[in-house]
């Protein structure tokens, strides 16, 4: 028994929170959130050729990879039990145009991808992007008249290489070029052409952000890129602006969301989840993962003990699932337990 009184008894009487949190049992006992296998998205980056591992500066021990090498890189992904990979081609110069019309190209690097990695990993799901930018030769993710960001114009185009897409295998189409009415004309092109079983993942709220920065290294789009993307993604300060655009795309036949960046963009996240019975997913971006890898390979923070700490956060903000490229290495630390 405890004979003398102190001041904070006064205080806490019989309420304790570290009760709770006395041991390892009990905290497992009572943890609300857990991050698993299941719950990671791979996004890979490709470039034509073969044999190719080429490591990309901004984002260290992220590759762009050949297709042959990447049809290997997603097989480990799949016995680590990733459930599904997302693609981005980095285009030859030489076929990017102001329209980008090279995404209509049936047999595009993206497409060559998409094939080659259903076929060998039929397990794996694999995600495409319908925007333009890897295609475009100003790096805009639609076309581009006389300054403007021509939506209707982009949405016909986008529709056309979701079928494209779809055809060499596609399971899912993730459009993230932000056109208005976009959801709704994918998801009738699709269904048109017979492929009402492939789904739909909108980036429904992409915000207009500097994190993007080491993904345009990764596609070349960095040096082409003039001014902004403030006219199709939403203002970074606007939250009630992003649940009525993700509010549209429900309408519009949205089979899951997406919100990106991540981490900066947890409360969206967690209005998404509550507005609606859909899945939501956040995108971890490029500028997010070279922060904790910076900071990890200086000695700063504990890189891994970070990543893990992130992905967890998302799961606690009501993200069902995370697009991350530490998904491998994520996967292989759960794995170890
Ligand atoms: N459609 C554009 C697109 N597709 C993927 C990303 C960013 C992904 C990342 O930063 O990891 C972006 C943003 C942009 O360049 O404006």
């Not at 079983?197 to 960095?222: D, L, Q």
Request: aromatic share 6%; with cysteine.
């Amino acid at each position: 028994m405890q004979d003398k009184t102190h001041l904070v008894d006064h205080i806490t009487g019989h309420r304790r929170m570290r009760r709770n949190r006395k041991a390892d049992w009990m905290r497992r006992l009572v943890q609300e959130s857990r991050l698993t296998v299941d719950d990671l998205i791979w996004p890979i980056f490709l470039v034509p050729g073969s044999g190719i591992v080429d490591p990309i500066a901004s984002m260290p021990g992220v590759n762009r990879m050949s297709v042959d090498k990447a049809v290997e890189a997603v097989k480990e992904a799949a016995d680590l039990g990733i459930p599904a990979i997302a693609t981005f081609p980095n285009i030859e110069m030489d076929l990017r145009d102001q329209t980008g019309s090279h995404i209509l190209e049936a047999n595009n690097l993206l497409n060559q991808a998409t094939a080659a990695i259903k076929k060998a990993v039929p397990n794996i799901g694999v995600i495409t992007d319908v925007a333009l930018d890897p295609f475009t030769s100003h790096g805009h993710d639609g076309i581009l008249r006389e300054g403007e960001i021509v939506n209707d114009e982009t949405v016909d185009q986008v529709v056309r290489a979701a079928i494209l897409q779809a055809d060499a295998g596609s399971d899912i189409i993730a459009p993230s070029e932000m056109m208005d009415g976009r959801i709704g004309a994918i998801r009738h092109g699709l269904d048109a052409a017979g492929h009402q079983s492939v789904g739909i993942m909108s980036y429904a709220t992409k915000f207009s952000s500097g994190y993007y920065g080491p993904y345009r290294e990764a596609i070349s789009t960095a040096g082409l890129l003039k001014g902004d993307k403030n006219s199709y993604y939403v203002n970074p300060a606007n939250g009630t602006e992003a649940v009525r655009d993700a509010a549209l795309d429900v309408e519009e036949g949205a089979d899951m969301l997406m919100v990106k960046p991540g981490l900066p963009y947890l409360d969206i996240c967690w209005r998404l989840k509550e507005a609606f019975s859909l899945p939501v997913f956040a995108y971890q971006v490029s500028g997010e993962y070279a922060q904790i890898k910076a900071a990890g390979m200086n000695g700063w923070i504990d890189e891994s003990r970070v990543m893990m700490e992130t992905l967890l956060c998302f799961k606690r903000a009501g993200c069902d699932g995370i697009l991350t490229y530490f998904a491998v290495e994520a996967a292989r630390r759960l794995a170890k337990g």
